[in-house]
Antibody
Framework: EVQLVESGGGLVQPGRSLKLSCVASGFTFSNYGMNWIRQAPGKGLEWVAYISSGSSYIYYAETVKGRFTISRDNAKNTLYLQMTSLRSEDTALYYC?????????????WGQGTLVTVSS | DVVMTQTPVSMSVSLGGQVSISCRSS???????????LSWYIQKPSQSPQLLIYKVSNRFSGISDRFSGSGSGTDFTLKISRVEPDDLGVYYC?????????FGSGTKLEIK
């Protein structure tokens, strides 16, 4: 069974940093690109970042480019999102999501999310 | 960026009824490889989103045949037939053809 478990969320002041983790199990993690997707309270879904299976290809939403860094450790089956210069508008539930195929096919598997609250 | 426009914003349907949700993209979703990466998701109350349909019309594993997707290019539709209580939630379309990946703003389905 595919499982994705996010952690690392919490309350953080504007301008500070936070690092999210997503531990994967039930599939060969190193064969799949991975994504971070967020959802602000009461709002819709916003894709944040993608990293390919071998970390060769990385893409970001414009809203986080230059502030967030996606990375992965295939030996640890773990996906990361390093968030810096956090703003109130980054407050959201952050999901990691795996595509159906290696890089495409829709987001077939989602974690339960980890909540990031940016507030003074 | 590809803008995904979903309509309606919300709808109410009787049990056993049928609904259609429209999703239009600002650019063609046909990828260079010939595939069209348009997906549909449902987010049930207090749950993570779930994949329903991928590549326009393919049902994900375990998804009822009451759900069907159609369309091409920039115009797509999700149809739900014989609506059941468990179908309530917010439906999103999403494109995986071009980065940044984008979603529609959602359609809230309520049961009368």
């Amino acid at each position: 069974e595919v499982q994705l478990v996010e952690s690392g969320g919490g309350l953080v002041q504007p301008g500070r940093s936070l690092k999210l983790s997503c531990v994967a199990s039930g599939f060969t993690f190193s064969n799949y690109g991975m994504n971070w997707i967020r959802q602000a309270p009461g709002k819709g879904l916003e894709w944040v970042a993608y990293i390919s299976s071998g970390s060769s290809y990385i893409y970001y939403a414009e809203t986080v480019k230059g502030r967030f860094t996606i990375s992965r450790d295939n030996a640890k089956n773990t996906l990361y999102l390093q968030m810096t210069s956090l703003r109130s508008e980054d407050t959201a539930l952050y999901y990691c999501a795996r595509p159906l195929y290696s890089s495409h096919g829709g987001f077939a598997y989602w974690g339960q999310g980890t909540l990031v609250t940016v507030s003074s | 960026d590809v803008v995904m426009t979903q309509t309606p914003v919300s709808m109410s349907v009787s049990l056993g009824g049928q609904v259609s949700i429209s999703c239009r993209s600002s650019q063609s979703l046909v990828h260079n490889n010939g595939n069209t990466y348009l997906s549909w998701y449902i987010q049930k109350p207090s749950q993570s989103p779930q994949l329903l349909i991928y590549k326009v019309s393919n049902r994900f594993s375990g998804i009822s045949d009451r759900f069907s997707g159609s369309g091409s290019g920039t115009d797509f539709t999700l149809k739900i037939s014989r609506v059941e209580p468990d179908d309530l939630g917010v439906y999103y379309c999403g494109q995986g053809t071009q980065y940044p990946l984008t979603f529609g703003s959602g359609t809230k389905l309520e049961i009368k």
